[in-house]
């Protein structure tokens, strides 16, 4: 199965061959169990701008920065465009309802998936949508050994946020790897659709209440439903990007 999809992936953008040395992961979701604190303080902070933000809509905005998911769900709404100030102030009431919900845990069997892939030889990268400092910081520490400051790419990198590509092609950048030497870890539907526009190789593991359509159809490689069944993925891709000329 798995050799199929790689066949695939490399007809679909012209590569010759799919030889991976860097995994990309998107942070909330996948790396930390904390879509259901984030779906939960967006509700509450744009309940109290009169806006109206379901739980749903935070998954399906998942990977947008911020104040992109702010301006998009004014103009909607309001039928109004925000500015940058307006939306930043926003997001800052959005970030403190944030911080007051309890720590999100490590999503289970992530660190066993990214040891196997640092006993591959390759290196991890991380692409989040979230700016927060804190939050980018707990990475490093939770992750001792695993995930390094140099390789993670925030809001603050770009600008212009997923569903755009430009996140996954600052990672690249940062890695020094063209798409066919990268694989994507992801489970937001606008965050598997930017890594399909940098024609990276894309797991999606769906950990969130979404259908796994709502990540097939945006062009992931593979669907997973947890983090065991991405790491048979991955060890398997291994397998098949070995035997290739």
């Known amino acids: 199965m798995t050799k199929i999809v790689i ?10 061959a799919f030889h991976p040395k860097a995994v990309l992961f998107d942070m909330d979701g996948v790396i930390y169990n904390s879509m259901p604190n984030h779906a939960k303080s967006w509700h509450e902070s744009m309940a109290s701008f009169g806006l109206d933000m379901t739980p749903e809509e935070a998954y399906m905005c998942e990977g947008m920065r911020g104040v992109e998911t702010i301006k ?25 309802h944030f911080s007051q919900c309890p720590p999100a845990q490590k999503m289970k069997g992530v660190e066993q998936l990214m040891r196997h892939i640092k006993a591959q030889g390759l290196s991890i990268c991380v692409v989040t949508g979230s700016g927060q400092q804190s939050l ?8 001792d050994g695993l995930i390094h400051d140099d390789l993670i790419v925030s809001s603050k990198d770009v600008t212009r946020g997923k569903p755009n590509p430009e996140p996954y092609l600052r990672g690249m950048e940062k890695l020094g790897i063209e798409p066919w030497q990268g694989i994507v870890v ?38 997973c439903r947890d983090m065991e069944e991405a790491l048979s993925c991955f060890l398997s891709i291994c397998r098949q990007s070995f035997q290739q000329p």
């Open 186 to 223: 992801e489970n937001a539907p606008l965050g598997v659709r930017a890594a399909v526009a940098a024609r990276l190789f894309t797991i999606a593991v769906n950990t969130g209440p979404l259908p796994d359509s709502a990540l097939a159809d945006e062009g992931a490689n593979l669907v």
């Open 72 to 96: 998009k769900l004014a103009a909607e709404q309001w039928n109004r465009t925000l500015d940058d100030v307006e939306a930043a102030e926003m997001y800052r009431v959005k970030s403190e």
């Open 7 to 16: 066949e695939q992936y490399l007809q679909r953008h012209g590569f010759e």
């Open 136 to 143: 980018l910081d707990k990475l490093v520490d939770d992750f």
